[in-house]
């Protein structure tokens, strides 16, 4: 089961939450325990501030992933990690693809989440395995593959969030 606390720091339109823990699940569902993470919504000055911190990079970026640290045996909680997303950067990013805003918000959310269960994109052969993944996954919610296009990022350069 998912226990899934959205938090919107955004004043701008957003997914249904159901569609959130739709696309959480689906991205998790390989993991055989029950999981708990975090989603928090927020605009460029949040999210610009969150890239700065963790990251060292001075602008906002579509989605960062903070999986849980949480010491084995310490805790006996399904804590998976937090999500946090630009939704300014997700609205542009998905008009400047001319991809339907949905299926952006599902492939950053898919994205997001394979990197909590420790997925990567930094080397080409761990690129590939999240991209196939993420392509399977959005094309059984019927969303094409979102690295389809000429426009868009060579694989493994798709998000540089984590």
Request: glycine share 6%; net charge negative; with cysteine.
């Amino acid at each position: 089961m998912l226990e899934l606390d959205l938090q919107v720091a955004s004043v701008r339109p957003l997914p249904a939450e159901d569609d959130f823990r739709r696309w959480c699940e689906l991205a998790l569902r390989q993991r055989s325990a029950d999981s708990e993470l975090t989603i928090r919504l927020v605009d460029e000055e949040e999210g610009r501030e969150l890239n700065r911190t963790w990251r060292h990079k001075d602008y906002p970026t579509n989605v960062l992933s903070f999986p849980a640290e949480v010491p084995e045996g310490l805790l006996d909680i399904p804590l998976l990690g937090d999500l946090v997303i630009c939704v300014p950067v997700v609205e542009r990013e998905a008009a400047e693809q001319d991809k339907a805003a949905d299926a952006h918000w599902a492939h950053l959310v898919i994205h997001g989440c394979l990197h909590l269960l420790g997925y990567d994109h930094i080397e080409d052969a761990e690129a590939e395995e999240m991209e196939s993944l993420e392509r399977d996954l959005l094309a059984e919610l019927g969303y094409p593959d979102p690295y389809d296009g000429d426009d868009l990022p060579e694989p493994g350069t798709m998000s540089e969030g984590r």
